[in-house]
């Protein structure tokens, strides 16, 4: 007798192929076959008409620290993700020495979008290596399928200490993170990650530590993980990393490079597609480069106190250095003004905010008097008090004691060019970046918004290549065995939706985090049912969590 048999579904295969009306019955956590009349099993579901696909596989998260204290990854499984890659960007917290800990949260916090108070009190410090913070997550049970990347920065941490941050790296510093980066591969990371992106910074403003690899580094790390004859190389690249000179990594290590974060910038509106035709051009030559694409427009709540937004702008680091009555002074500075505004004419399209005002608003006043503010650009206030609008927009935070929510659309905003991007075949959808930037984003539902919004609304791609794209396109390539697919002897990772209905819903603000901390989450619409290795953890209500978390470390990838 099967465990657990699904009826009156449409199955969606994971492959793209046309979807059609059938049963699927699931025994020791895998499918065990699919057709019709399977037979009896312990627990029947009737999917009334409804359409069953395998589980949103999310290669772009950071759940690195979260997962410590919340096996779940809330609010992930809630969104019909059953499998998350980790370690993205290389921001990860193993290997760690305990002098170290300190140093590795005060990096993330920007990044994480998480104060330092909840990672002080969140994160579970049981390990040093990267084996042993793969066999502690794995002790506590994780509620989706967890894939980690062995994290560049952490790497840079642990043999440089402090001076991670400072400088480049000599050959015997290298060396030794080589070592490490093998010793990671064979305890079953999916490869290596690190970021040249001009955003990442850590606590006041200091580079995240892989931003200071010159060549010899980057690519002996890379190397070291090719050695392995298997392992993924993902990359959030910033302005300085071109598509031709990660060619040249890519032919030389053998190994596939992801490339984040290919998003359209409307103030430079060809620069993603011409990356997209440098990495075309690059597969044409036989090498595997991957564009890694979002479907989501970037989206960012804030307050002027932690700006993220602003905080890639060089002339904005003194902001980064000062707080409270400080940072204060610094805004009302005319000469701290002039360089941002300076920062801001010279770096137009090529960072997170592009002076594009009118795409800044404010979402809620700290004062009531200002209400009538809600929902108004700063281009439009500004030029209503003939001000410029940088001047009004730090005028007004300091009149509000830096406690207005503002939110910003900063980028892939422009729905022709975004559909241009997850309709080209090899993209890679992902990069929700969940259990990052916390407080100024959640975009975990990313999968069900590239089904009900682009597929299903939109009709840029057919809701069962969505699916392909979210499952078995992933699982290909991180190199994950007997996931992403609907076939007899896959695991039972399954999601079940209302095609009519299925979508991410509006984002919230709880306070959930450890020390009260707050962050943004989102719920779905129209997601039915979600297995992990045949498992139910959520239906129509939400999450489900009564057992172990029924999720599998994954450490055994395919070359
Ligand atoms: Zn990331």
Not at 118 to 129: T, Y
Not at 252 to 262: F, H, K, T, Y
Not at 453 to 469: C, L
């Amino acid at each position: 007798m099967h465990d657990l048999l699904i009826k009156n579904a449409v199955i969606v295969d994971g492959l793209g192929g046309e979807p059609y009306r059938g049963e699927l019955a699931v025994a020791g956590g895998c499918i065990a076959a699919i057709g019709d009349d399977l037979g009896a099993a312990r627990e029947t579901v009737d999917a009334a008409g409804m359409m069953l696909a395998p589980g949103i596989i999310d290669g772009h998260t950071h759940y690195d620290a979260q997962i410590t204290w919340d096996p779940t990854a809330d609010p992930t499984l809630t969104l019909g993700v059953t499998t998350v890659v980790i370690g993205n960007c290389g921001f990860t917290i193993a290997p760690c020495r305990e002098r170290d800990r300190d140093l590795t949260m005060r990096n993330l916090t920007h990044v994480e979008g998480m104060s330092l108070d909840a990672l002080r009190a969140g994160i579970r410090w049981d390990f040093e290596s990267f084996a042993e913070y793969l066999a502690m997550i794995e002790r506590s049970g994780v509620g989706p399928n967890v894939a980690a990347f062995v994290g560049h920065s952490s790497l840079r941490t642990y043999v440089l200490g402090e001076d991670a941050s400072r400088r480049a790296a000599t050959a015997e510093e290298i060396a030794a993170m080589q070592g490490l980066v093998r010793e990671a591969m064979d305890a079953g990371a999916v490869g290596f990650a690190t970021s040249t992106n001009e955003p990442h910074n850590g606590e006041n403003g200091v580079p995240m530590p892989s931003r200071l690899a010159d060549d010899a580094e980057l690519r002996g790390l890379v190397n070291a993980m090719g050695e392995s004859g298997r392992g993924i190389f993902m990359l959030t690249r910033g302005t300085m990393t071109s598509i031709p000179y990660l060619e040249t990594i890519a032919a030389e290590s053998g190994r596939p490079v992801l490339i984040a974060a290919l998003q359209h910038n409307p103030m430079n509106p060809e620069g993603v597609f011409d990356r997209v035709r440098e990495i075309k051009a690059a597969r044409a030559r036989d090498r595997k480069l991957i564009a890694q694409v979002s479907c989501t427009p970037l989206t960012m709540d804030f307050t002027l106190a932690s700006p993220y937004c602003f905080e890639s702008l060089a002339a904005w680091k003194p902001a980064m250095e000062a707080q409270g009555e400080a940072l204060k002074r610094l805004y009302a500075d005319p000469a701290f003004r002039a360089a941002v505004k300076e920062d801001l004419v010279k770096y137009r399209g090529m960072r997170i905010f592009n002076s594009e005002w009118d795409k800044l608003k404010i979402v809620e006043v700290a004062d009531a008097a200002n209400g009538a503010l809600e929902g108004r650009s700063i281009a439009e206030l500004a030029a209503a008090a003939g001000a410029e609008p940088l001047d009004w927009f730090l005028d007004f935070g300091l009149k509000e004691d830096l406690r207005t929510l503002f939110t910003a659309e900063l980028l892939n905003s422009d729905e022709a060019a975004v559909g241009r991007l997850i309709g080209d075949p090899d993209s890679h959808v992902a990069l929700s970046d969940a259990g990052a930037h916390l407080t100024f984003l959640c975009d975990a539902g990313f999968g069900l918004h590239l089904i009900g919004h682009w597929a299903r609304d939109r009709g840029i791609i057919t809701i069962a290549e969505a699916v392909r794209k979210l499952t078995s396109q992933p699982a290909a390539l991180f190199g994950m065995r007997g996931r992403g697919r609907l076939a007899p002897g896959y695991a039972a990772d399954l999601m079940l939706f209302d095609p009519a209905t299925i979508g991410r819903g509006e984002k919230r603000r709880v306070h959930d985090l450890p020390a009260g901390a707050a962050r943004l989450t989102a719920s779905a619409r129209g997601l039915h049912g979600v297995w992990v290795n045949g498992v139910r953890v959520a239906d129509a209500t939400g999450a489900l969590w009564a057992r172990r978390p029924p999720g599998t470390v994954l450490r055994d990838f395919a070359g």
